[in-house]
């Protein structure tokens, strides 16, 4: 398997812009996480999914920030506009969760690297 | 609420020491503990994980014991090389009644580099 394929991996923009960001999770989870991470607040879970529905977004930091998942197999996070605190890698990541304890292992992409100035 | 509380880092080691990167957590219910690992560049990797207290999680020459009595989960290898150089993460998840879906609560990570 591929694996989870986000897309760009990096990012330069200005602010003001939109920046959306891309996210193939692995074939047949269920289950899509979108991250963010930097240096000053660590890794944050932004929003996620389960079969396509978004479940708790109160991750997302503020409305100019949004999340889709129009089918099992896409989703994106959309910045509109871009500020230059939005600097950080932002991972997706995916688990099948078909236990039913729902321990099962999540599996990161290789993260888009954001730079807005 | 939940919480991963980890050992403030940089960690920095010669190669073949003793590694020890200690993890705890408070959680509002039964939790399911994990460590992830960040290589330069990459997204995280599950390294282990342990889903009840006493199971001992291990994996490439690392282990973890889910310690209840003290609500612990710390990492160990008995010696470490270079390539074991990256960022630590300890994690848990607890299924609030099947609503939670895998969510992770993360540490906010540890950086380990071993020198040879």
């Known amino acids: 398997d591929a694996g989870v394929i986000q897309s760009p991996r990096h990012e330069v923009t200005e602010m003001g812009q939109e920046v959306t960001l891309r996210c193939k999770p692995i074939s047949g989870h269920n289950s899509l996480f979108w991250y963010r991470q930097t240096m000053m607040r660590g890794l944050e879970l932004l929003i996620y999914?389960?079969?396509?529905?978004?479940?708790?977004d109160s991750g997302m930091p503020e409305d100019r920030f949004s999340a889709k998942m129009p089918n099992a197999s896409f989703s994106t996070l959309k910045i509109q506009p871009s500020e230059p605190r939005d600097s950080a890698v932002y991972f997706c990541a995916s688990s099948p969760n078909h236990s039913s304890d729902y321990t099962d292992t999540q599996y990161f992409g290789p993260g888009t690297r954001l730079t807005v100035l | 609420g939940n919480s991963v509380t980890q050992m403030e880092g940089p960690v920095t080691l010669s190669e073949e020491a003793f590694l020890t990167i200690n993890c705890t957590y408070t959680?509002?219910?039964?939790?399911?503990l994990f460590w992830y690992v960040q290589y330069p560049g990459e997204g995280l990797q599950l390294l282990l994980k342990?889903?009840?207290?006493?199971d001992k999680g291990s994996n490439k020459g690392f282990e973890a014991t889910y310690r209840k009595e003290t609500t612990s989960f710390h990492l160990e290898k008995g010696s470490v090389q270079v390539s074991d150089s990256a960022v630590y993460f300890c994690?848990?998840?607890?299924?609030?009644?099947?609503?939670?879906?895998?969510?992770?609560?993360f540490g906010q990570g540890t950086i380990l580099t071993v020198h040879p």
């Open positions: 342990a889903t009840k207290a006493d």
């Open positions: 999914f389960n079969n396509n529905v978004p479940i708790d």
């Open positions: 994690a848990l998840t607890v299924n609030a009644g099947g609503t939670s879906y895998g969510k992770l609560t």
């Open positions: 959680a509002t219910g039964y939790p399911s």
